[in-house]
């Protein structure tokens, strides 16, 4: 068996008919698939060790602590983040972008300020920034994306006129999930600190696609979901930086998170308790943890590789397809493992119906960029997404369904 | 291709899709209209001239996928002449087709969409036009949202 | 098998053995087991239909979003709800509280109006509207509790100075997770109702131990955890009236829950959307639902009366123990499925310690209640907590064991 | 009872839990400290009297566990007559005996804390008021608190 065999062993989804045809899952942008062993950690959590956590001291609810905990100190190595405290468990990057911006930004900033982000933000690191900054007076800048089809990626030339004094805070995605593109990661955060502005990643694209080090890439706050890197739905991560995060006043309050509560009024524990209100969502914690195992166990270089290799063959065979127009970095320019691309005459819903039928399973729609659609005269593109456990063959059946599709509507 | 899917595709509805009719503005339009399909960004635009209170003059205009622009020219083309509670009437009926699959032999040209029924999915993109053009009935100033747990 | 036996044999994480002993599980207050059904629920889902939902037309989307909603309209008829979406998904009960907090307390709140609530809250509701009051200048005011053990449950005579017209909101719990009190919820949501006061009820420790009618009950949010009602931990509810939840702003914003987004602002769907940004917790939603149809079977009215018939044993067999307090109702009074105890001279850590060499699972501690405790003049209890799967024998094994343990440090 | 739970328990131990010395308040400190244990409730004050660089008199107050009681009580009899280089010494070992249950050979009754380390849980009993104790020979007027990811 092949290493790629072995792998897909792995996915108990993958073996699967969808209408009478083998599953094609090219989806992964939106979410990735789970291994046995994520699968397992659930079912153990939940056969052997359930209980609550924290302020328990009988058998169970000392494993649980010890688990989740242990997950915590996993994905700061993950990440290589300097101390466990650094990690605060969320649902997902949506609610750790929130919580930077209700309990960060809220505080920091004032009339006058700026947020810079760009042109190519998912809803989720761009709407909440949209929203504090019209809380508090600030506004919001974009750094423009280059070229018609946003080939060109960011125009980090534009930085020395848009990181001007009043920029206190830089947000911007890692890997863009509508273009492909790769930022320069470590780039933009070394200009924002040069002018002392706080930066936040979003790695959703990137934290099960290639080595993340928050150290190396000198963010302030980094904000991933575990449903993208073979964890399961409803948890995430939001890294900050442990004196920033002990100095943030809390987002939500409650149970666990409090040091002495009165009639009047409570104080709080540090990080990462005092970002943690509530019981938390333990399980797919500890499920989590199993993922990052799983994932170094195969390699995270060799994960950048194969997604890598395979949008570079679905970039050649696509763009022969009559009709298609493929937006984002072309070339030998970085592109992580996602192409999207438009159809001139077909609208994305009718491929992905059509694709569907071939057990293509496919996105079609604004991807949550809307901005950058109407940007590219789009309103919606097809995007196949691809990961680990993904094949050469399965770019044929993409392919071969693409062209039936635009001879079905076109001729 | 799959008998659901050919359902799905009808002659009549890649033939409004291929060329929609009454598309585009109205200068002379005294109602109008935005619907919009938040989950996958479809939009529809319907302009009207109320004549009394019949539709003497009806166009869409928008972009998405076949069902919704084949959807809302078709009912361009069954809109015109009809009073605003003749439009609900129609309107109901399309709605029980697209949801049920059951078209009533009296009803011509709105069968086509009985294929939809069998992709729960795309309701909203069969209904889009339609809710837009009841709103610009109603003179309803706010977007048509067809977003919701009823569809 | 008897019906209790049967109903054990559903738990696989009973049926283990810790320090050599048969694992006796008393800490359902904190969080409860789950059925070979819930976690079967969670690994279908991802063997089988995981994938995004929403934004999806592919087959595994479209099967996702189905039993995504799919639960969420199990849950609305869980509660009796009018409406599938004045169902909000959340990670549990301490954020369903920050949420109204946050969104409608913020909102609606002004300096001088009062936010009434109860002596004897969980942190989880009772921080958050601390927090709110002093953000906006209102004031926090306590329906007392009665009697030297809170025996008497609350004094519902003080709601008729209470309840002035400055009282905008009331927010209480359902059952005491300290005391075992249960409130009459009904009466103080219609006297709240009288005044035109909007109401939250805490419900964590009622939804999976009893019938719940937010009709009935006439609340106007309603909040809960899946963990304590045999779902998975990371998700949970805030129920909320349509109306209400509709005019609601987001407290998260992002993917998901925008109807439109330009570089200069968005705007919101309807509920539940607008309250679910980003990925929602798609597995353990599905979870729940399975949860619901497991509790409905056995028969919440069931599980209400076995709970108090346990509940009525431990009381009788724990109050003639050497050295221990019964805290919350006695006699005829109703009393949820817990008893908190204190030793005069063993803190309840020794307790526990000691207990859990016994294969018992008991809950030591203020119990996220800290202020109830100091007003009982006590630093913490000792909590047995039941279920539908815990036996009479049990008590018994607690009661040796408490037995034992104040033989130990007292002679 | 257990090997453990009786490593745990140790008579030096349940004898100090039972008669705390040197407990309540000292009227002549001119140090004081509180420190508390969040996730359990445990609270811990320590009171002393700085003559100099030495401890001339030191007293405990609090509620908590059998383990933060007695490890309190045994502390104010150690620390009586040392500089804070030496305490903060003596709690390196004490922190060393109750994480690795290791005890070396020359240090007395603080020895009977060794099993505490079986119970990574109480660790924070245990450190409770020696963290106390170190805060207010800091003058630290802030609440010492145990909770944090080192212990
Ligand atoms: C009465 C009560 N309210 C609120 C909560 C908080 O629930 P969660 O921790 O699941 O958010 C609990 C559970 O500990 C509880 O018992
Ligand atoms: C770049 C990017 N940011 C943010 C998100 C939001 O992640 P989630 O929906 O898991 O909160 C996504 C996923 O859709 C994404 O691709």
């Known amino acids: 068996m092949s290493d790629l065999a072995r792998t897909r062993a792995d996915f108990p989804i993958l073996h699967q008919q969808v209408n009478g045809k083998p599953l094609v899952y090219l989806d992964n942008g939106a979410t990735s698939q789970k291994p046995r062993r994520v699968i397992d950690a659930l079912v153990h959590y939940y056969e052997r060790d359930n209980s609550n956590v924290h302020r328990g001291l009988h058998a ?17 190595k993950f990440i290589h983040a300097a ?5 605060i468990f969320t649902r997902g990057t949506t609610e750790s972008i929130n919580i930077v911006a209700h309990s960060w930004a809220r505080a920091h900033l004032k009339a006058g300020d700026v947020i810079l982000t760009t042109e190519m933000e998912h809803h989720s690191n761009l709407v909440p920034w949209q929203q504090v900054a019209r809380a508090v007076g600030a506004t919001v800048r974009y750094i423009p994306v280059l070229g018609a089809d946003a080939e060109g990626g960011l125009d980090y030339a534009a930085l020395d006129t848009l990181l001007t004094p009043e920029v206190k805070l830089l947000a911007f995605t890692h890997i863009s999930n509508t273009l492909g593109t790769i930022n320069d990661a470590a780039r933009l955060c070394a200009r924002a600190r040069a002018i002392g502005a706080t930066t936040v990643i979003d790695a959703a694209q990137s934290i099960g696609h290639a080595r ?21 739905t409803g948890i995430g991560v939001l890294y900050g930086r442990r004196a920033l995060l002990d100095q943030l006043a809390p987002d939500e309050t409650g149970g666990g998170m409090v040091v002495s509560v009165t009639y009047e009024g409570a104080t709080w524990k540090p990080s990462p308790e005092r970002h943690e ?12 943890g199993a993922a990052c195992d799983y994932l170094d166990e195969i390699g995270r270089d060799a994960i950048a590789a194969h997604d890598h290799h395979l949008a570079q063959i679905a970039m050649e065979k696509l763009s022969v397809v009559p009709g298609i127009r493929i937006i984002g970095p072309r070339g030998g320019q970085p592109r992580g493992g996602l192409v999207s691309f438009a159809f001139a005459e077909v609208h994305a ?29 789009l309103t ?25 599709i635009q001879k079905f509507f076109v001729g | ?90 309107y109901d009926e399309f709605h ?42 109603k003179s309803d100033p706010l977007p048509a949202t067809t977003e919701t747990h009823k569809d």
């Open chain 1, 60 to 76: 169970l609810s000392m494993r649980a602590t010890d688990a989740y905990e242990g997950a915590r100190a996993r994905i700061a």
């Open chain 1, 83 to 87: 101390d466990p405290a650094e990690i």
């Open chain 1, 212 to 232: 993340i080090d928050v150290q190396a890439l000198g963010c302030d706050f980094l904000a991933f979901s575990g449903h993208k890197m073979c964890g399961p």
């Open chain 1, 277 to 288: 209100a509530g019981t938390p969502n333990i399980a797919d914690a500890i499920a989590l």
């Open chain 1, 349 to 377: 819903h009718d491929v992905v119906t059509f694709a569907d039928e071939d057990g293509l399973a496919l996105r079609g729609g604004h991807h949550c960029n809307q901005p950058l659609m109407r940007k590219l005269g």
């Open chain 1, 380 to 404: 919606s593109t097809t995007r196949a997404s691809f990961y680990l456990y993904n094949t050469a063959a399965e770019i044929d059946v993409l392919v071969a369904s693409l062209r039936r």
């Open chain 2, 1 to 90: 291709m799959s008998a659901d899917l050919s359902e799905l595709y009808q002659q009549v509805i890649l033939d409004h899709n291929r060329r929609p009719r009454n598309r585009g503005k109205l200068p002379t339009a005294n109602r109008v209209a935005h619907g919009n399909n938040p989950s996958c960004g479809d939009e529809c635009s319907v302009h009207l001239r109320l004549d009394g209170d019949r539709i003497a003059e009806i166009s869409f205009d928008g972009s998405g996928c076949a069902i919704s622009q084949a959807s809302a020219s078709l009912m361009t083309t069954q809109l015109k002449g009809k009073t605003a509670v003749e439009a609900q009437k129609l």
């Open chain 2, 96 to 137: 029980h087709i697209v949801t049920t699959g059951e078209a009533p032999a009296e009803i011509s040209d709105l069968a086509a969409f009985a294929g939809v029924h069998t992709f729960p999915a795309r309701i909203k993109c069969a209904t889009l036009g339609w809710h837009a053009a009841l709103n610009a009935l």
